[in-house]
C-alpha cells in the first residue's frame, strides 16, 4: 500500500491547494476496502453478518481516517496504521449499536438504515457490539505489520483505557444517569463528551502517532489537538442535532429537545454554541503549527469538524 503521500490524488504542501474532499474521498476508499476485507462471513453466520451490516454501513470514518493522517503526518505508513484503523471504527461503530438499544437511547435509524437491533433483534445486536469490540483488539495484535511489539502494546493500552469506564463507558454512564435531570451542570456536560466522544477521537490520534514512534512532546501536542477537536465535534453535533434534517443525519433528528437532555445550545445558544467550537478549532489547529505543512490534513480535518452537515 502507498504512503498517504504519494496516491495519485491532490495531496499537496499548501494550503492555498490541499483538497479536503479529494483527500477525504480516497481515505474513506481505502478504509472501505480494508474494513471489507477485516471482517469476513464464518460460522455462526448471523453473528458476523450483524457485525457487518453495521460496520459496512457507511459513516464519514472519520476515526480511522484520523489515526492514518497522523500516522502519516510522522513518517509512518498505511501498513502500519492501517489494522489500528479498522480497530477503531470497529469499536466506533460497536458503540453505536449499544448506544441505539431500547436500553439505552433507543433508536431506530442509523447512518440512514435501520439499527442493528431493529433488523437482528436486541440479543445479537448486543453480541455484535462484543464481537466487534473483543475483535478489534484481536485485529491490532495480529495484523499489525512493521511496528516494534512495544509501540503496538502503549496502543492496545492506550486504546482500551479510552473505550472502558475511564473513558467512553463512563461517559455513557453519567449521559444515562443525567438524562431526566433539569440541573446538569455545563461542567458535566463537558466532562460527559469529553468521554464518551473526546476519549476514542484522542486515542485515534495518539495510536496513529504511537504506531509512527512519536516522542513525548509530539504525543502531548497531538492529544490536545484531538481532545480540541473531540469537544468541538460534540458541540456541533448538539448543533445539528437541531439543525440538521433527519436525512442529513442518516438518524432521528430533534431527539435532545425532545428527551429535554442538557446540550451545549440549552446553554449558550446556537450562536454561541457555534463561536465555542470555533474557538476550539482554532486551538487544535495552534497546536499544530510546529508541524508545518506535513499537518495540512490534521488541520483540514479540524476545520471540517466545524464546516460538517451530518
Ligand atoms: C465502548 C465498551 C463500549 C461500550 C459502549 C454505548 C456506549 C458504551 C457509549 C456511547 C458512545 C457514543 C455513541 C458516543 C457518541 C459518539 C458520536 C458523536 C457518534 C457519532 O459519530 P459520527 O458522526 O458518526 O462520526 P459516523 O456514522 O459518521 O461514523
Not at 449499536?97 to 440479543?123: E, Q, S, W
Amino acid at each position: 500500500m502507498a504512503s498517504l503521500h504519494d496516491p495519485t490524488g491532490s495531496i499537496t504542501s499548501t494550503a492555498a491547494t490541499f483538497n479536503l474532499s479529494v483527500y477525504l474521498r480516497q481515505q474513506q476508499q481505502l478504509v472501505e476496502a480494508a474494513l471489507d476485507q477485516s471482517v469476513t462471513v464464518e460460522y455462526p453466520p448471523t453473528i458476523y453478518e450483524a457485525m457487518r451490516y453495521s460496520l459496512m454501513a457507511g459513516g464519514k470514518r472519520l476515526r480511522p481516517i484520523l489515526c492514518l493522517a497522523t500516522c502519516d503526518l510522522l513518517g509512518g505508513t498505511v501498513e502500519m496504521a492501517m489494522p489500528t484503523a479498522c480497530a477503531l471504527e470497529m469499536i466506533h461503530t460497536m458503540s453505536l449499536i449499544h448506544d441505539d438499544l431500547p436500553a439505552m437511547d433507543n433508536d431506530d435509524f442509523r447512518r440512514g438504515k435501520p439499527t442493528n437491533h431493529k433488523v437482528y433483534g436486541d440479543d445479537i445486536a448486543i453480541l455484535a457490539g462484543d464481537g466487534l469490540l473483543a475483535y478489534a483488539f484481536e485485529y491490532i495484535a495480529t495484523q499489525t505489520q512493521s511496528v516494534p511489539p512495544e509501540r503496538v502494546l502503549r496502543v492496545v493500552s492506550h486504546v482500551a483505557r479510552a473505550v472502558g469506564a475511564a473513558g467512553l463507558v463512563g461517559g455513557q454512564v453519567v449521559d444515562l444517569e443525567s438524562e431526566g435531570k433539569t440541573d446538569v451542570s455545563l461542567d458535566t456536560l463537558t466532562w460527559i463528551h469529553r468521554h464518551k466522544t473526546g476519549a476514542l477521537l484522542e486515542a485515534c490520534v495518539v495510536s496513529g502517532a504511537l504506531l509512527a514512534g512519536a516522542d513525548e512532546s509530539a504525543l502531548k501536542r497531538l492529544s490536545g489537538y484531538a481532545q480540541d477537536i473531540g469537544l468541538a465535534f460534540q458541540i456541533v453535533d448538539d448543533v445539528l442535532d437541531i439543525t440538521a434534517t433527519p436525512e442529513e443525519l442518516g438518524k432521528t433528528a430533534g431527539k435532545d429537545l425532545q428527551a429535554q437532555k442538557a446540550t451545549y445550545p440549552s446553554f449558550w445558544g446556537l450562536e454561541e454554541s457555534r463561536h465555542q467550537a470555533n474557538q476550539l478549532i482554532a486551538a487544535a489547529k495552534a497546536k499544530l503549527e510546529p508541524f508545518g505543512t506535513a499537518a495540512l490534513p490534521l488541520m483540514a480535518i479540524a476545520d471540517y469538524i466545524t464546516a460538517r452537515t451530518h
